[in-house]
C-alpha cells in the first residue's frame, strides 16, 4: 500500500529537473532575461528591479517549474575573462540559451564567436539551443533574419539539434514565454529519446 501510495505521490508531483545555461556576452541581457522568467514563471516571485541589474561575475541561479518539468537556470558571466568557466558547466546542461545584443552590431561578429566556440564543444552535442534576439524595443536593431545571416555559418555545427532564433526583450517580457515554451518541450523530447549509439557501452 505504502509502495502505491508513494508511487502515486510521486508520479502527481515529482518534477523532472533540467539544466539551462543561460550564455552570451555582457550587456546581451541574460541577468534581465532570467529575472523576467522568473516573474513570469514562478507565481510568488516578486521580481527585482530590472534597472537595478548589474554586470554578473560569477553565476546566478533561478527555478522554474512549467507542468511536470523543472528548469534550473544558470547564468554565467558574459566578460571575456568570464568566458573561460562557460564549460564547466556544459556537461550538466540539458539547454542553451544564448542572448544576442541586437543593438550592438559592432560587437556581432564576436558574439558569433563565443557561439561558434560553444557549439563546437563535444559536452553540448545534441543539446537544444535557443537563440535570443534580445532588446528588440530598440528602434533599428539587427532583425531574425540579420542575425540568422550573420550566423549562417554556424549552421554545419549547430547539425540536427533543435535551434530557435527567438525575437525577444527581456526588459518587458515579450519573447519570454515563447522561448521558454519551446526550452522546455525540446528538453522534456530529448530526455525521453533512446540514448544516441555513442552513449551505449
Ligand atoms: N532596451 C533594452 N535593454 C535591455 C534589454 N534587456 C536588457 N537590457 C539592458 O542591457 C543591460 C545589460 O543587461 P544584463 O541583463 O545585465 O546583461 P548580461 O547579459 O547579464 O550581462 P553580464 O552579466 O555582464 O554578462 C542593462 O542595462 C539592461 O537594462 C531589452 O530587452 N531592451
Ligand atoms: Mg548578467
Redesign the pocket.
Known sequence: MYTLLSGLYKYMFQKDEYCVLIL??????????LEQTKTKFSKNYKGMN??K????VGLNIGTIDVGKARLMFW?????EE?QSLWDKYYAESHGVIY?I?S?DEERLSESKEAFEKMISSEALEGVPLLVLA?????PNCLSVPDIKTAFSDCAPKIGKRDCLVQP?????GDGVNEGIEWMVKCVVRNIHRPPRQKDIT
Do not use: E, M
Not at 25 to 31: F, H, I, M, P
Not at 53 to 56: L, N
Open positions: 552570451g556576452l555582457d550587456n546581451a541581457g541574460k541577468t534581465t532575461f530590472l534597472s541589474i548589474t554586470t554578473t547564468d554565467l558571466g558574459g566578460q568570464l542572448v545584443d543593438t534580445n532588446k528588440q524595443d530598440v525577444c526583450t527581456a526588459l518587458t
